[in-house]
């Protein structure tokens, strides 16, 4: 079976969230962005799950956009982090340039199904 791409690394991004999270509340006592940036960079993954599991081209567009807000989200807070000094810019990059990568991933993704979504809307028309 082949490997999905952004199911992996949208995972292992989850894994490096929750502990960046820990890291932040037991190191820094940073517990109101660490909280944001949890939900953020947990949800891609969840939703990256569900759209492989969609009922239909429409549901997986709906839930592959979802996650790529929750990417763009979480990018602003890992920037917001580094920005305030609660992680140095050589603790932040590593996961910010994760991040990114993931954000570039999704967005090829939710616009080749928009076109596809579209050119099969115009053949079956």
């Known amino acids: 079976m082949v490997e999905n791409i952004i199911m ?6 989850a ?3 929750v502990k960046l999270y820990q890291y932040l509340c037991s190191s820094k006592k940073e517990y109101v962005l660490a909280k944001q940036l949890l939900r953020s960079g947990t949800s891609i993954g ?19 956009n979802i996650a790529l807000k929750e990417a763009n989200e979480c990018e602003y807070w890992i ?25 570039k991933i999704l967005s090829s993704i939710v616009k080749t199904s928009k076109k596809r979504q579209l050119i099969q809307k115009i053949i079956d028309d």
Do not use: H, P, W
């Open 8 to 13: 992996v690394k949208s995972f292992e991004f």
């Open 15 to 17: 894994v490096s969230i």
């Open 46 to 64: 969840a939703n990256v799950k569900e759209a492989v599991n969609a009922q239909s081209r429409k549901d997986f567009i709906s839930k592959m």
């Open 79 to 103: 920037e917001l982090l580094i920005r305030t000094d609660y992680l140095s810019e050589t603790e932040g990059l590593t996961i910010l340039n994760d991040c990114r990568e993931i954000n």
